[in-house]
């Protein structure tokens, strides 16, 4: 990763995200992020800045260990600035996060994505996520949702 630093997330890093989600993805898709998720979680998110500029956000990751699921973490949301895609921040971040879920006991990380989102996909397989086939309702009616699960 070139340039760019990892920090751990705080709240206050929701409105900086929420000013740029929707652009960063072509839709909206903010209410997927709610606010509670940096309240609650943000000492297991993570945050990207630069490069050279340590205010300007290129990425972030959502994640959590599982309060529910033994053994298990979550990454729930993960962005990159359309300037940065390519650099390694997401890669960066993950690997960061991996170590997160080891620190608190965790060795599997699972995640979620449409399946329409071929990029996702495949960033994950590059990953190393095993992909499930699409599962239908996943999210209620009329929603399906690819599942992934790597063991760390």
């Keep these: 990763?070139?340039?760019?630093?990892?920090?751990?997330?705080?709240?206050?890093?929701?409105d900086?995200?929420?000013?740029?989600?929707?652009d960063w993805w072509g839709r909206p898709v903010l209410p997927s992020l709610p606010r509670l998720f940096l309240d609650h979680f943000h000492g297991t998110s993570?945050?990207?800045e630069g490069p050279g500029d340590p205010g300007d956000?290129?990425?972030?990751?959502i994640g959590f260990v599982?309060?529910?699921?033994?053994?298990?973490?979550?990454?729930?949301?993960?962005?990159?600035?359309?300037?940065?895609?390519?650099?390694?921040?997401?890669?960066?971040?993950?690997?960061?996060?991996f170590g997160i879920a080891r620190d608190h006991g965790?060795?599997?990380?699972?995640?979620v994505t449409a399946p329409v989102n071929e990029r996702?996909?495949?960033?994950?397989?590059?990953?190393?996520?095993e992909a499930g086939d699409p599962v239908p309702g996943y999210n209620g009616p009329g929603t399906s949702l690819v599942t992934f699960v790597r063991t760390l």
């Design 57 to 61: 956000l290129a990425g972030f990751l």
């Design 1 to 14: 990763m070139t340039g760019h630093t990892l920090r751990a997330a705080t709240p206050r890093d929701y």
């Design 120 to 129: 996702s996909i495949a960033f994950h397989r590059r990953m190393g996520f």
């Design 66 to 97: 599982s309060p529910s699921q033994p053994g298990e973490a979550y990454i729930h949301f993960v962005g990159v600035a359309p300037g940065s895609r390519e650099s390694g921040v997401a890669r960066s971040m993950y690997e960061r996060f």
């Design 16 to 22: 900086a995200i929420a000013a740029v989600v929707d």
């Design 106 to 111: 965790r060795y599997v990380v699972r995640a």
């Design 46 to 48: 993570l945050i990207a």
